[in-house]
């Protein structure tokens, strides 16, 4: 159970692209994205973590740490120290972040599935019960026995003692 995003087309204006361009999704990830587009914090925290997690992170801070140490302060660089420790606990500020909202978002999900999956169940007894129910006319219809109200076509057919009509 997917939602295209062709059938709502509001939601190019607030899917990230790469949701949209990659087909349908659960309707829980459609829903997550719209509410994290809709948000301007969580919009930034989203930029602040990819780039963080990004290569480019890597080397932008190689080249600036290695500049600073080289060019704009002496050894044992106590200023530098502040800002790479400062940056850490902003930085596991937005990883833990991160961690909750996925935590939350895979949650969302379950319960989603969960019902999903329970309403499946529902429907497949139903058509159970249903195609039951066929059968037995069915059989009763070939027959030529309908069966008493409790019993099945088959204790009636042995109730008579034979196949077909119970007065011939």
């Known amino acids: 159970m997917s939602t295209s995003t062709a059938a709502t087309p509001h939601l190019s204006s607030v899917l990230p692209k790469h949701i949209l361009t990659s087909g349908d999704h659960h309707p829980i990830v459609l829903a997550e994205a719209k509410r994290r587009a809709a948000s301007v914090q969580l919009r930034i925290a989203d930029a602040v973590t990819a ?9 932008l801070h190689a080249v600036v740490f290695a500049a600073w140490m080289l060019f704009f302060e002496p050894s044992p660089w106590p200023t ?13 500020t937005f990883v833990m972040i991160g961690q909750n909202r996925q935590a939350g978002f895979q949650q969302a999900k379950a319960d989603h599935d969960f019902k999903m999956s329970d309403q499946e169940l529902l429907t497949n007894t139903e058509l159970t019960r249903r195609v039951h129910e066929l059968t037995k006319e069915i ?15 088959d204790t009636a057919t042995v109730a008579t003692g034979h196949l077909g009509s119970p007065t011939s």
Not at 80 to 92: C, D, G, Q, Y
Not at 140 to 149: K, S, W
Request: charged share 5%; glycine share 8%; hydrophobic share 55%.
């Open 139 to 153: 059989h009763a219809h070939i027959v030529g026995v309908t069966p008493a109200v409790g019993t099945t076509a």
């Open 80 to 92: 530098l120290t502040l800002v790479v420790s400062l940056e850490a606990i902003f930085l596991s």
């Open 51 to 59: 780039f963080a997690g990004s290569m480019r992170f890597v080397y």
